[in-house]
C-alpha cells in the first residue's frame, strides 16, 4: 500500500507521559526518542526522577517536554503546611478524585491552596529551563473545570501554549458536556488543543498490536497517541498491571514506524509547525 499524500495524511503527536518517575521511564523516554517515534514527554515535575528526567531532556533538544500537573496519587511541590486541605503529612495526593473535584468546587480554601500549588508546579518547570510545549494532568484531572481554569489562568504567566484535550473515540456519552466546554475554553483562551486522543482505553498495554491499530485507523486531524513505557518493572502500586516494556518495544518497533510513514505525519509536540 502506497504513502497517502502528505497534505492529507492525518497529523500524530507521540508522548510519554509520567516523564521523571523514575530512571526506568527516564531511560524510555530517551531510547524512544533516540531510536524510535516518540516525540513528547509530559514531564511530572515533583517525582522522584524527574532531576534525572531534566538532565536527559537537556541533551534531547529535540524532543518537546510539557508539564505532567499532579494533583492526584503523587507528591506535591509545596510543603504540606501550605496546602493541608490537598495532602496528607507527608505531602502526597489522594486518589479520591470526585470527592476533591467536589471540593475544589465548593470550597474558596481549597481552591486557594489549589492555585497555589499548580503555581509551584509551574514555577518548577518553568526552573528547569526548557522550553513548556504543553500541559496536561496526571489521570486527566484538568477535565475538572476548576483545575482548567486555573491551569489556563496561572499557565498563561508561563507561556502556555496547548492542552491536551483528552478525547478519545468512543468515550462515554457523560463525559462529552466536559468535553465540550473544555474546547470552548480553551478556544477562548487561544490555546491549542488536540482533535483526538488514544491512551485512555488502552492504558499501560499500549503495545505494538495497539498501536499498529490506532494508527491504521486515524482520524483527520490532530491525534496524540500517549504511553507510559519503561524500561523494566512494577513503578507503583497503581500501575501494576501495565505492561511498560511493551509500550517502550512499540515506540522502538519497525512496524510501528512503517506505518506512521504510511498513514501520518509524525509532529514532535504541540511546537512543531506541522502539528498546527
Known sequence: MGSKPL????????????FGLHEAVNQAVERGYRDGVLGAASLMVTAPAAADAVARARQLPGLAVGLHLVLADGRSAL??????ALVDGDGRFGDAMARDGCRFFF?????????AEIRAQFDAFAATGLALDHV????HFHLHPTVLSLLVSIGREY????????????????????????????????????DHVFGIRHSGGMDEHVVLDVIGRLPAGLSEL?????????????????RHADELAALLSPRVRRAIDEHCQLCH????????
Open 7 to 18: 497534505h492529507s495524511r492525518p497529523r500524530l503527536i507521540v508522548t510519554a507521559d509520567d
Open 79 to 84: 510543603p504540606p503546611s501550605r496546602i493541608p
Open 107 to 115: 470550597l474558596p480554601h481549597v481552591r486557594r491552596q489549589l492555585a
Open 136 to 139: 496536561n494532568a496526571h489521570k
Open 159 to 194: 507561556g502556555l501554549r496547548a492542552v491536551r484535550l483528552p478525547a478519545e473515540p468512543g468515550m462515554s456519552r457523560w463525559l462529552q458536556p466536559w468535553l465540550a466546554l473544555m474546547r470552548w475554553r480553551l478556544r477562548r483562551a487561544g490555546i491549542r488543543y488536540n
Open 226 to 242: 500517549y504511553l507510559h513505557p519503561a524500561t523494566h518493572g512494577e513503578l507503583t502500586p497503581a500501575m501494576a498491571s501495565y
Open 269 to 276: 509536540g504541540f511546537a512543531d509547525p506541522a502539528a498546527a
